[in-house]
């Protein structure tokens, strides 16, 4: 079993930046995909990108690619979302997924734990 908690999330202006974390327990952290997905008000959950267990194998979304970043920590069992240049449209309430095994999941359903989600809301 894994245990996630995210944290980070706020309020920021167009063009800021915020780093988000996601703090893993339970099961090694070192074997698992991590990935990070939102949601925004009526909107289905959107995959935003995913990192492999060294940290490498990361993917993104394309209307994030360029401006976030994905990093792990497996000292820390943590993993972080830096994303900059923020527009409205990311507001969202951003959630931390994780897996065992490594490949290209994308889609809510390949996860098998989740993070309760924090917000992030970015005002024009």
């Known amino acids: 079993q894994v245990q996630m908690v995210e944290s980070g999330g706020g309020l920021v202006q167009a063009g800021g930046s915020l780093r988000l974390s996601c703090a893993a327990s339970?099961?090694?952290?070192?074997?698992?995909?991590m990935g990070w997905f939102r949601q925004a008000p009526g909107k289905e959950r959107e995959f935003v990108g995913r990192?492999?267990?060294?940290?490498?194998?990361?993917y993104y979304l394309d209307s994030v690619k360029g401006r976030c970043t994905i990093s792990r920590d497996n000292a820390k069992n943590t993993l972080y979302l830096e994303m900059n240049s923020l527009r409205p449209e990311d507001t969202a309430v951003y959630y931390c997924?994780?897996?065992?095994?490594?490949?290209?999941?994308?889609?809510?359903?390949?996860?098998?734990?989740w993070g309760q989600g924090t917000q992030v809301t970015v005002s024009s």
């Open positions: 990192s492999g267990w060294s940290g490498s194998r990361t």
């Open positions: 997924a994780a897996r065992s095994g490594l490949g290209a999941y994308a889609a809510e359903s390949d996860y098998t734990y």
């Open positions: 339970g099961r090694s952290f070192s074997i698992l995909t």
